[in-house]
């Protein structure tokens, strides 16, 4: 078992429950800055159930690496790579869906 991947995997996972039940925005430094008006243009409650996802799923891929031995190096680093280009590809679709916009 690696300790140190339980650790981050448990850390992930509740930030991203923490995005996904709405309550991680409010201490974001960028949201509590952002002009009212800016605000009233974005779905947050979708956003952040989408990010807070995408968080906790880096979770359950350093929980399996914290649990499984079997889950060695190489296929850790393919399934960051893989974690990484869907994590890319959901930042694109919220940039051009509208789902979350007002």
């Given at each position: 078992?690696?300790?140190?991947?339980?650790v981050?995997?448990?850390?992930?996972?509740?930030?991203?429950?923490?995005?996904?039940?709405?309550?991680?925005h409010?201490?974001?430094?960028?949201?509590?800055?952002?002009?009212?008006?800016e605000?009233?243009?974005?779905?947050?409650?979708?956003?952040c159930?989408?990010?807070g996802l995408?968080?906790?799923?880096?979770?359950?891929?350093?929980?399996?690496?914290?649990?499984?031995?079997?889950?060695?190096?190489?296929?850790?680093?393919?399934?960051?790579?893989?974690?990484?280009?869907?994590?890319?590809?959901?930042?694109?679709?919220?940039?051009?869906?509208?789902?979350?916009?007002?």
């Amino acid at each position: 078992m690696n300790f140190i991947c339980i650790v981050f995997g448990i850390l992930f996972i509740i930030a991203g429950l923490i995005f996904a039940t709405g309550n991680g925005h409010i201490h974001l430094y960028a949201w509590t800055n952002m002009p009212q008006c800016e605000k009233d243009k974005i779905k947050i409650k979708p956003l952040c159930r989408n990010i807070g996802l995408v968080i906790a799923l880096n979770g359950f891929i350093f929980l399996i690496k914290g649990y499984f031995p079997k889950f060695n190096q190489s296929w850790f680093v393919a399934t960051m790579i893989a974690w990484s280009f869907i994590a890319i590809l959901d930042v694109w679709y919220i940039s051009k869906s509208k789902r979350y916009q007002n």
